[in-house]
């Protein structure tokens, strides 16, 4: 059983890891080093697919794991991710750590003495100290005594690991609420691009990065196309630590700007599914800001090769990410203020006629559910159920218009009728080739009808296909 991950640049660090891969715990846990566990020549390294062989086997093994172990004693950054014939900025054992970080997994860091970083090396670790707590970054150590220092830490939190997930999902809400009012509180709508609220702190650039547009141009096709949504975010990491450089990172680099309007979009889709909701560095909604500002830019700067490129304000987005915000939040007013944003976003793309129509009303409908409107809401569902029908949208848009409109009728005592339509909605899903989140929700919106008419097996059937197409496919928002 593999109880600890063993991360870090390998270079000059062969001994140590092999001594810590070679410590032993009590039942029979191990500690996973990927050059000794899962050893490959460099031949067959060089054949095997960086987002699908390498980094899948080593993302399945930290998601195995419970601790996440880094260890810092050379100076050299890792082996670059290979694209096709390109070499990417990010390497290996950058992709390990983010994942780790995106998994919430315990983070601990351990430093050999005379650790001297290098450049493209310290500028991530400048990063990397900002994101993980001082109490859970150790030594120096000398070589003599480091591994005994790992031993140590690993024996004592064995012991403490009972119970921690079940502490964490009741911290959740309150971490919503807390980072609400240190980074959210100035954000009331219809103005994204002139809120404060930062993607990523809006400060890491990187000077060794040189932007890579093949590497940026293919991950970002990638991202769009794949259903994993733990996949996405993973190449998506890699386009931004791409476009980390101080060149493109300047808001008025116009080259740049159409890849960056991209990147927020495909993050704020890829995280909505995986569940970032909130004011975090990484979550949805800074990187929808972060997107309004960029094509406010775009709008500003007028360049004509992006007559293509979408460039309205996101409102039906932005609302979308306040409306799931509000939903994790246990304080009312919080709940409030964010339900009144998504609203004035909503009206903003309504007014200048930006996106859908059909798609902002749906996503006002359920604003509406959610403030107790019911009787607005079955109305803007009902109108997008028919504006659908009438222009032939595909399947997909249909069935999940039935389903959130069935939703809304169990809200008005319409058990039968709301469960006829989400039934109806569920089996276009299940055809089309829509985000598999949406089948997923149209799912547990259908176990809710079951239940509510008398049949509580076939919802808990229901909720169990849903519940297990979420975990196949990393669609953590709609796992409870």
Request: aromatic share 10%; net charge neutral.
């Amino acid at each position: 059983m593999i109880y600890s991950f063993l991360s870090s640049p390998v270079k000059g660090l062969v001994d140590i890891r092999k001594a810590v891969h070679d410590l032993e715990l009590p039942d029979n846990r191990g500690i996973w080093v990927d050059e000794l566990d899962d050893f490959r020549t460099s031949d067959e390294l060089d054949r095997e697919d960086t987002f699908g062989d390498t980094l899948e086997g080593l993302f399945r093994r930290i998601r195995e794991s419970q601790e996440f172990l880094i260890l810092l004693g050379s100076d050299w950054y890792g082996t670059g991710l290979r694209i096709d014939d390109q070499i990417a900025h990010v390497s290996y054992w950058e992709a390990e750590l983010f994942y780790a970080i995106l998994l919430g997994r315990k983070v601990r860091v351990f430093e050999v003495a005379g650790f001297q970083p290098n450049g493209k090396l310290e500028i991530l670790l400048g990063m990397l100290r900002n994101a993980i707590p001082s109490v859970d970054w150790e030594g120096p150590y000398e070589r003599s005594k480091i591994v005994n220092k790992i031993h140590e830490y690993l024996i004592k939190k064995i012991d403490q690991s009972v119970g921690q997930q079940k502490a964490i999902r009741r911290l959740r809400a309150n971490l919503v609420d807390g980072f609400f009012n240190l980074r959210g509180a100035d954000a009331k709508g219809g103005l994204a691009e002139n809120e404060s609220l930062p993607f990523f702190d809006g400060a890491f650039l990187d000077s060794t990065v040189i932007p890579n547009e093949i590497v940026i141009s293919k991950l970002l096709n990638d991202a769009r196309s794949q259903s994993d949504e733990e996949g996405r975010l993973t190449k998506l990491w890699v386009v931004f630590r791409e476009l980390s450089s101080a060149s493109s990172s300047k808001i008025d680099r116009r080259e740049f700007l159409n890849y960056w309007n991209r990147f927020y979009g495909e993050w704020a889709s890829a995280g909505s599914w995986y569940g970032l909701h909130g004011h975090p560095n990484l979550a949805v909604l800074p990187a929808l800001v972060q997107q309004a500002k960029t094509r406010n830019q775009m709008q500003i700067l007028g360049h004509s090769a992006w007559k293509d490129e979408e460039m309205a304000y996101p409102g039906g987005a932005l609302a979308s990410s306040r409306y799931s915000i509000a939903g994790i939040s246990r304080s009312l007013i919080t709940r409030r203020f964010l339900l009144g944003a998504a609203l004035k976003d909503i009206e903003r793309s309504i007014s200048e006629g930006a996106g859908d129509g059909a798609n902002l009303l749906a996503t006002r409908g359920s604003i509406y559910r959610r403030l107790g409107a019911i009787w607005a809401a079955v109305k803007d569902y009902e109108y997008v159920l028919q504006a659908r029908q009438r222009k032939g949208a595909s399947d997909g848009a249909v069935g999940q218009a039935m389903s959130e409109l069935g939703f809304g009728y169990l809200y008005q005592l319409r058990f039968w009728k709301g469960r006829s339509l989400l039934e109806e909605g569920v089996q276009l899903l299940s055809t089309s080739d829509s985000r598999l989140g949406f089948l997923i929700q149209a799912k547990r919106k259908l176990s809710v009808a079951y239940f509510l008419t008398g049949h509580p097996k076939m919802a808990r059937d229901i909720l169990f296909e849903a519940q297990s197409l979420a975990k196949k496919h990393n669609v953590l928002d709609q796992i409870r």
